[in-house]
């Protein structure tokens, strides 16, 4: 079965970065689309970024232009996301998503990550 | 990035239907059947519940719809049970080749 594993519970400093991975199995990693989401504490779902299988662009929410970085490793099965200078307001449970059908089908577990001085 | 409008909050009685709405623009919403909704209880991963406006993913029960008209996409409920009591978002393509989620629905089940 499709399955989305992602890495574990990160704490940072403020203006330091951070990398989530989301290990894919279960089908065909390089014919999907990955998406990152996440969502602060008692907030919304913000949609980050999500790369496109079809050409292999990545596309980022213009909140996030100049932050965030999606990457994906074919021959690992796992998709990255990579945000810097994290300030407070960062603070979130991120999550991995594979897209289809426009729409977030299956997801990760989800990363808390933590910014904290 | 502004979110797609949704009610903060729904409710209903077990056995009664409940929609919700998601309004967006004619740049995400009214322009593409990119529409999908998720379920998330508390705590939880958010889940699929519907895609392509209208579409349900296989386990899915059929007391959930959708449906769109212009700009606002519908969420309905038939028979609403106590175990639907939980957070729904909205979510869409926009023409920006990006995704928006709704502000998100609290949905009591009274």
């Known amino acids: 079965q499709v399955q989305l594993v992602q890495s574990g519970a990160e704490v940072k400093r403020p203006g330091a970065s951070v990398k989530i991975s989301c290990k894919a199995s279960g089908y065909t990693f390089i014919n999907s689309s990955f998406h990152w989401v996440r969502q602060a504490p008692g907030q919304r779902l913000e949609w980050m970024g999500w790369?496109?299988?079809?050409?292999?662009?990545?596309y980022y929410s213009e909140d996030f232009q100049g932050r965030l970085t999606i990457t994906r490793d074919a021959s690992a099965t796992t998709a990255y996301m990579e945000l810097s200078s994290l300030r407070s307001e960062d603070m979130a449970v991120y999550y991995c998503a594979r897209g289809a059908y426009g729409a977030f089908e299956y997801w990760g577990q989800g990363t808390l990550v933590t910014v904290s001085p | 990035q502004s979110a797609l409008t949704q009610p903060a909050s729904v409710s209903g009685s077990p056995g009664q239907s409940i929609t919700i709405s998601c309004t967006g623009t004619?740049?995400?919403?009214?322009?593409?059947?990119?529409v999908s909704w998720y379920q998330q209880h508390p705590g939880k991963v958010p889940q699929l519940l519907i895609y392509e406006v209208s579409n349900r993913p296989s386990g899915v029960s059929i007391r959930f719809s959708g449906s769109k008209s212009g700009d606002t996409a519908s969420l309905t409920i038939s028979g609403v049970q106590a175990e639907d009591e939980a957070d729904y978002y909205c979510?869409?393509?926009?023409?920006?080749?990006?995704?928006?989620f709704g502000e998100g629905t609290k949905l009591t089940v009274l």
């Open positions: 790369s496109n299988s079809v050409n292999g662009d990545t």
């Open positions: 004619s740049s995400d919403v009214g322009a593409y059947k990119y």
């Open positions: 979510s869409s393509y926009t023409s920006s080749s990006t995704w928006i």
